[in-house]
């Protein structure tokens, strides 16, 4: 197949190499005679092409050369990963998931699968595998042909891409995993289970947390990346997978480690999966989207809520009814207040209609005594929502501890008796560091004991 060049967003992008297998990937340089485009990486098109030339855009991240730099020809090594014939290159973070099959829409898949030239009904096919059945191989789909299922095999690899390094089970059933990705990145995922059937999965959706949240584990060694959309709804994936044949979940809570609103969008994208009828099927009334109160993010979610007709629940992680308190344990306060953060929320529940969530994790001798009741009883009186009242589930070398059964059951009473709904979450898997962020800190620490 001969080189050739065409115009993408003014930039001349040239083809340097093809494959010859039955969609042949198309290796790519940008010339980009910006100074920017020298001194940056940029994201931009590149093409896939069918053996009859039908172009097909998708993403592919390269760095631009420098002016006057003759373009070098590129392969796959073994690995999947873009190297200069005659050398080695490391890949990019985002060229790691160019192949991950979990990043695909159900619009890419069905473009790969008509650029393929198979019937459509093969989608539905593949997605019941992944969904329904819980294969984590495409060899395991066997009323597929073979053919197919080598030629998604050679395309994509696996289909789920990181590795699992630690599952721990508590004596509640409680289960824990902690995933590696592709670039060496871990993350943690929980499955919940209780005795009205719910199977609950709770999932992360960074690595580390920019919030740092003064007794949260999340935060503790900083925020590394967002997780992408394939990273999500893989977490789903293993965790369903834990369950037996006759099982799925539930239920979804995005409360594991990062802020969910600073990755809205590959975030909703992996919902959107995973309440689909030939998705997992989860009900959309029972996922719960948990932040620590940004406005801008939370106006955000209102408005996706409102055009995707999909009414997630929202859960804002208060921990305390007035400013001065808040900031000292919440540093991104700072940056704004509770009564904006109250602001954004009677949006979400105006245009929504969904009623928001206060979470309240009590601290010891912090955010407990009888004022800090009458304070968050005046803030919450007067609006439609629900408190979840959290005894701490704590981390040993952050200090904080959680009060005890009678302190917790009392500002229960109190608020109650102020007129507030209010619902109490018992602590679970705290023997297996359940809590966001414990049990991948105790693998970046030999030596760090739990709780």
């Not at 993408?8 to 980009?32: C, E, N």
């Not at 097909?56 to 796959?76: D, E, N, S």
């Not at 059951?409 to 109650?416: A, K, S, T």
Request: with cysteine; charged share 25%.
């Amino acid at each position: 197949m001969p080189n050739f060049s065409y115009q993408s967003r003014g930039r001349k992008v040239a083809v340097l190499k093809t494959s010859a297998s039955h969609l042949p990937i198309v290796a790519l340089k940008i010339v980009d005679e910006t100074k920017a485009g020298m001194e940056r990486s940029a994201m931009t098109e590149g093409v896939r092409c069918s053996p009859s030339f039908h172009f097909v855009p998708f993403r592919l991240l390269l760095t631009p050369p420098k002016l006057g730099h003759t373009p070098q020809r590129i392969t796959k090594n073994k690995n999947s990963q873009f190297v200069p014939i005659g050398g080695t290159m490391k890949p990019s973070r985002q060229s790691l998931f160019m192949n991950n099959f979990l990043e695909l829409s159900s619009t890419e898949l069905a473009k790969i699968v008509d650029d393929w030239q198979l019937p459509a009904y093969r989608i539905t096919q593949i997605r019941r595998w992944i969904f329904a059945r819980k294969v984590t191989a495409f060899e395991q789909m066997t009323d597929l042909p073979k053919s197919v299922r080598t030629l998604l095999s050679e395309h994509f690899g696996t289909i789920l891409s990181g590795n699992e390094l630690s599952r721990l089970q508590s004596d509640d059933s409680t289960q824990k995993l902690l995933i590696e990705w592709n670039d060496g990145e871990r993350i943690e995922c929980v499955l919940l289970q209780n005795h009205r059937h719910h199977r609950t999965a709770c999932v992360s959706t960074q690595v580390g947390c920019a919030m740092r949240c003064a007794f949260c584990a999340s935060g503790m060694d900083g925020f590394v990346r967002n997780l992408t959309r394939g990273e999500i709804l893989e977490q789903l994936l293993r965790l369903n997978a834990l369950l037996s044949d006759n099982e799925r979940l539930t239920h979804v809570v995005v409360m594991g480690i990062g802020e969910p609103l600073l990755n809205l969008d590959a975030l909703l994208s992996a919902l959107d999966e995973a309440t689909s009828t030939d998705g997992l099927d989860i009900s959309v009334r029972r996922v719960t989207i948990s932040t620590v109160g940004i406005p801008a993010g939370i106006r955000k979610l209102a408005e996706a809520v409102v055009q995707s007709g999909k009414g997630y629940k929202l859960a804002v992680s208060l921990h305390a009814p007035n400013d001065e308190l808040r900031s000292q344990f919440i540093p991104y306060n700072r940056s704004t207040s509770i009564a904006e953060i109250l602001s954004a929320t009677d949006e979400y529940f105006g245009k929504t209609g969904r009623r928001v969530t206060f979470e309240y994790t009590l601290l010891k001798g912090v955010n407990d005594h009888q004022e800090h009741v009458a304070q968050l009883a005046d803030l919450l009186r007067k609006r439609t929502a629900i408190v979840n009242v959290i005894p701490l589930n704590p981390v040993l070398e952050l200090g904080f501890r959680a009060p005890s059964s009678g302190a917790v059951l009392r500002f229960v009473e109190q608020l109650e008796e102020s007129g507030i709904q209010v619902k109490v979450r018992f602590r679970r898997g705290n023997k297996i560091a359940a809590a966001c962020g414990q049990l991948r800190r105790c693998r970046l620490s030999e030596n760090l004991r739990l709780p």
